[in-house]
Nanobody, 114 residues
């Protein structure tokens, strides 16, 4: 299983970014995935979890602003981030698990400026 994130960058507060997580070795539509984020000196925190059936659960701070989605044709997971805030600045990671093994991507940096 390999996960490759992309789409991070610099955005202004109130702006938008869309993160991608391209998966290989696992099908995005048939498995649960998560987006996490991490800032320096802090533990990774769960942003959103999507079940294999498509039910999404968001961290309270991103509800109504972030949306997780999946593209089966591209086998890619997305995180649409709108109305960005300074506190959304972090490295964002996608993860999943298969056969009791956890897999992480390399992360993509999101920086929100005022």
């Amino acid at each position: 299983v390999q996960l490759v994130e992309s789409g991070g960058g610099l955005a202004q507060a109130g702006g938008s970014l869309r993160l991608s997580c391209a998966a290989s070795g696992i099908t995005v539509n048939n498995n649960a995935f998560r987006w996490y984020r991490q800032t320096p000196g802090s533990e990774r925190e769960l942003v959103v979890h999507i079940s294999s059936g498509g039910t999404a659960n968001y961290q309270d701070s991103v509800k109504g602003r972030f949306t997780i989605s999946r593209d089966s044709a591209k086998n890619t997971l997305y995180l649409q981030m709108n109305t960005l805030k300074l506190e959304d600045t972090a490295v964002y990671y996608c993860n999943t698990w298969l056969d009791s093994k956890l897999y992480w991507g390399q992360g993509t940096q999101v920086t929100v400026s005022s």
